[in-house]
């Protein structure tokens, strides 16, 4: 889906992965392999995997968000939701909670966040928490593996989410 704006959201300094290791959470990496920084989303699933982080979450990984996925969404307490911005603004990342909002984002290959927290909303009656980590890339031609820059972002987001030091993989 690659997040094409982030708003000038602020890093959600209290949150680590702690928050995310339970049964009633998803981390749901957005992307694409195949389009080089698209697939940070995806990477950053693989990195969860290798790590042991997160056991206990559900992780998916996901080209571009549906309205399907507003069901699924209504299914837990908490997404973390992890996607590539080409937001020339965004230093390296972003994590921050998203809202929902009804908008016209729906095409066959678009839809924000926030319309599908809505659809839950509107829908099941019921919204998650959902946190977004933006993850800053640079590159997105048919190719496969990330630009040294958004390799570079992924490690400074992981390094931000595992800094807690009583934290240990599992």
Sequence with gaps: ???TAVKSHSTDAELTLEAFDDADTLIYGVGNLGRQDDGLGWAFIDWLEEQGWCRKAQCERVYQLSLEDADLFSRVQRVLLV???KDPALESFSLYAAAPRLDFSFTSHALSIE???ATCQLCFGRTPQ???LALRGYEWELQ???TTQARNNLL???HFLTRSLHMQPG
């Design 1 to 3: 889906m690659t997040l």
């Design 83 to 85: 996607d590539a911005s």
């Design 115 to 117: 319309a599908v927290m």
């Design 130 to 132: 959902v946190h977004v």
């Design 144 to 146: 496969l593996g990330l």
């Design 156 to 158: 400074a987001a992981t």
